[in-house]
């Protein structure tokens, strides 16, 4: 089955914050991969991009390792966009609604001092000609961060994601959104995306450099990864 993944996050975002904040971990990982871009001087006079920041779980964990960066922050999805909105956010920070694929027709254009995608690339039908687009938007340099499900492609790590989805996070989308067809969506993404090194070999062969990995504790261990690059200096 084949869903539109932007209606579904549309449809999932009022409850989003909530399901995600029962995870535990979730916002201590996606902070651990901000600051595996290793980010200098606090952010300041740098300009991120946040792509796919959704609720803007992801633009906090940017803001905590650069605290006086600028910050865009573009999703595709307007409910996401509306919830990350209601928060209370600096004035360096701005919100564009586009599509990670129309990136530079919506005004988003580089460069870039880092970019963080967070549970983005999985997500897009074909992340090459995405990922191309990034790598020109780096400034000379700059960190590519991508944080997502890119299993290790063990047989392990494979049982215990497709345990977690089916006992705890496809029962509690459907109980908290009423919904389950985009965490089953989830379940199988993860399943058919690249794995790690697969997934920092795509970056290398877009001529990103000092490709480094590394997973997360706990549960996600294998499961969830940082995959940091930059673009030559
Ligand atoms: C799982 S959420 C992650 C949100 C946020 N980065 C976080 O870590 O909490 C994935 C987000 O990617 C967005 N997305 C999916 N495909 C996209 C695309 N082609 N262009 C821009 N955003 C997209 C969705 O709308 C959704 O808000």
Same mark, same amino acid.
């Given at each position: 089955?084949?869903?539109?993944?932007?209606?579904?996050?549309?449809?999932?975002?009022?409850?989003?914050?909530? =399901?995600? @904040?029962?995870?535990?971990?979730?916002?201590?990982?996606?902070?651990?991969?901000? #600051?595996?871009?290793? /980010?200098? !001087?606090?952010?300041?006079?740098?300009?991120?991009?946040?792509?796919?920041?959704?609720?803007?779980?992801?633009?906090?964990a940017l803001l905590a390792a650069a605290p006086q960066a600028r910050v865009t922050a573009v999703d595709a999805s307007a409910g996401m966009l509306a919830k990350a909105r209601q928060a209370d956010w600096p004035a360096r920070v701005s919100f564009v609604h586009a599509r990670a694929e129309e990136l530079a027709a919506a005004g988003v254009r580089g460069p870039f001092d880092g970019i963080f995608a967070a549970?983005?690339?999985?997500?897009?039908?074909?992340?090459?000609?995405? =990922?191309? @687009?990034?790598?020109?938007?780096?400034?000379?340099?700059?960190?590519?961060?991508? #944080?997502?499900?890119? /299993?290790? !492609?063990?047989?392990?790590?494979?049982?215990?994601?497709?345990a977690v989805c089916w006992s705890v996070i496809i029962p509690a989308g459907k109980v908290v959104t009423g919904r389950a067809g985009l965490y089953r969506y989830l379940w199988r993404s993860a399943l058919r995306f690249d794995t790690v090194d697969a997934l920092a070999a795509r970056l290398r062969g877009h001529g990103l450099v000092d490709v480094r990995t590394a997973t997360m504790p706990g549960w996600e261990r294998g499961i969830v990864h940082t995959v940091v690059a930059r673009r030559p200096a």
């Open positions: 089955m084949t869903i539109d993944v932007t209606s579904e996050f549309d449809a999932a975002a009022a409850s989003y914050d909530r =399901l995600v @904040g029962a995870s535990p971990g979730y916002h201590r990982n996606l902070s651990r991969s901000a #600051h595996r871009m290793r /980010l200098p !001087g606090e952010g300041a006079g740098l300009h991120l991009l946040d792509l796919g920041c959704g609720t803007g779980a992801s633009t906090s549970y983005l690339v999985r997500n897009l039908p074909d992340p090459d000609p995405v =990922l191309a @687009g990034l790598r020109e938007a780096l400034a000379p340099g700059a960190p590519l961060a991508v #944080h997502d499900y890119a /299993l290790d !492609g063990r047989r392990r790590s494979r049982a215990i994601w497709t």
